[in-house]
């Protein structure tokens, strides 16, 4: 099966502390490609990261970062410092190599980040 | 200029009738992509587009009929909706397929 699962449905935090999304995948083919997307109440869908299969390095941007890790199928999603503008719906994302480029979506984590 | 806009963003319509859903890109992308999103399920394919007059069944795709005439335009119908066809529908473009998404505004439909 090709799947994506995000178990955590909605996290609060407090502004200022740290999260972590969490993303797990299923897939049979040896390539594949992960994302992250965020959606923000405007509705929107905002693309954050790309990352192919063979490569497992870490990846910081400002605030956030990525932590691939294929033993595990994990692809986790860690904010630091957490602000309001980041409360949002991030959704994790597969597109296995012989898909035909479909893009199989997770249900998406909720966060909410209060003042 | 957003490279991908849909038509409606929201539309209204009574049970047992079609429904046309537009979805417009300016970057000349061989593919194009619908979606609907749904509490619960995140976004599920409904069809897909590789070219003109290539079309493809995603995994929601009963009820649905798409075609893509020309390569800037891919149209999503909805032959008799449903209310269950109640959803917020994204179109999406691709370059290469394994590149990424763009996706555009969404439309937000209701079935009533």
């Known amino acids: 099966a090709q799947k994506v699962t995000q178990a955590q449905t909605e996290i609060s935090v407090v502004e200022k502390e740290d999260v972590t999304l969490d993303c797990v995948y299923e897939t049979r083919d040896t390539t594949y490609y992960l994302f992250w997307y965020k959606q923000p109440p405007s509705g929107e869908l905002v693309f954050l990261i790309r990352?192919?299969?063979?490569?497992?390095q870490n990846e910081i941007s400002g605030r956030y970062s990525w932590n691939f890790q294929k033993s595990t199928s994990s692809f986790n999603f860690t904010i630091t410092a957490s602000q309001v503008v980041d409360s949002a719906v991030y959704f994790c994302a597969l597109i296995p190599y012989n898909q035909g480029g479909k893009l199989i979506f997770g249900q998406g984590t909720e966060l909410s980040v209060k003042p | 200029d957003a490279g991908i806009t849909q038509s409606p963003r929201h539309k209204v319509t009574e049970t047992g009738t079609p429904v046309t859903l537009r979805c417009h890109q300016t970057e000349n992308h061989r593919y194009m992509y619908w979606y609907r999103q749904d509490p619960g399920h995140g976004l599920r394919l409904i069809h897909y587009?590789?070219?003109?007059?290539?079309?493809d069944k995603g995994e929601v795709s009963d009820g649905y009929s798409v075609s893509r005439s020309k390569t800037e335009d891919f149209l999503l119908t909805l032959e008799s909706a449903t209310s269950s066809q109640t959803s917020v529908y994204f179109c999406?473009?691709?370059?290469?397929?394994?590149?990424?998404?763009?996706f555009g505004s969404g439309t937000r439909l209701t079935v009533v």
């Open positions: 587009s590789y070219g003109v007059k290539d079309t």
């Open positions: 999406a473009i691709s370059e290469a397929g394994f590149s990424g998404y763009t």
């Open positions: 990352r192919n299969s063979f490569d497992e």
